[in-house]
């Protein structure tokens, strides 16, 4: 698959693993284009899907019948998916059910069509929209409204027969606009069924003025190409048929698709490169300051442990005089451990005798003082173990000399065929 390609999904060398082991959230790019069509119950949605996959999988003029929504997309068998399958097959529709009671009423229909670029598509077909007192099973207007906002194009067709001027999908229309202008594409479906060209017009003219009534659909440079079903048409209808228009905006969309999966991965490689340079520095500069913690803590045990000591030798050699070590040593080794001694019993011998008590509080008070600062001072960081530190440079030189040349050649590629075409 696509993801596999640019490198986010290949084990634990992946994008997404390695953003995870860095604390990062990298999300694949989608792999797929949602196209939302929307419009009255008989403006031939379901017709448009079947024409353009090339295979009959949507079932067409069934009227007020088809109250849910329909994915259909390409994969590896025929298949049909009810609402639960559908929702873990694309997870995003689980914040849909958690608003609205669709379950029931949402299906996916899988087949093996390659036709056109409909392996890089997902057509989300729409309830049939009606005026009156049609009830729907949920609110079929916060339903659609959420949708738009998961899709890439939303494509509204409006049928010449009756239907054009349907309020409820004008109200869609424009609750659409406020967000999502830039996708909303509108087309005059079953053309060739509005009879003369002068009628033609008539029906777009009233459903442009429509449109334009309502403010934030007043915009100049209203496009609404004609379009029917070859196979479908009145061979007496001279109509234009711009159908393949249709197709052209779903090219660019994909197009776009593609450029923003290229930015997006390069985007995401200068991210983690990124991570993990700050990772390595971190680690190299928690290394700086351990070996500083280790030389304090040295410092100030030896302190700690020397003062003790001299305590302790004054200590001893203040109740044990030359001749009771002479007993156990000969005279040269008594001899030599008392001039050793000696500047230690000097300096003791300073002190006057009403004060020794106090000087030996305050140098044990001076020791325990070097013992918490040695605790203190000899405080570490967190370092990288040796086979983390190599992974995270692995990984970045993975990243450096495998999956960004991919990217700018894919980036080549895509320019390339741009200028070709």
Known sequence: GINAEYGYVEGEDSLITIGEDLGLAVEPPRKKINIMLIGNHSAGKSSFINWYIEETIQRTGVAIETQGFTLVTSGKRRDTLTGTATTHFYPMLKELLSTEKILDYLATEVTTS??????LITFVDTPGLVDGEMLYPFDVDQAIEWMGRKCDLIFVFFDPIGQALCKRTLNIVEKLNEFAGDKIRFYLSKADTAGSETDRQKVMMQVVQELCKRPGLNKTGFDMPTIYIPSLANEKSRCVNQIEDVCKDIDKSIAHTLQSILNTLDKDCDTLITKIDETLEVDNLNAKHNVKAYTWWMLFQTLGYGMLLLLLVQFIFSILSPRMLSAVTDPQTTQLVFETIEPVRQMFALIPEDNKYFVFAAILFVNLLFFIL???????????????????IARRKKIVDTIKPKQSDMYSKYLAQCAES
Request: glycine share 0%; aromatic share 4%; no cysteine.
């Open 114 to 119: 390659k036709q056109k670029k409909f392996p």
């Open 374 to 392: 040695a605790r203190v001072m000899s405080r570490t960081k967190p370092r990288l173990t040796s086979r983390v530190k190599k992974l995270h």
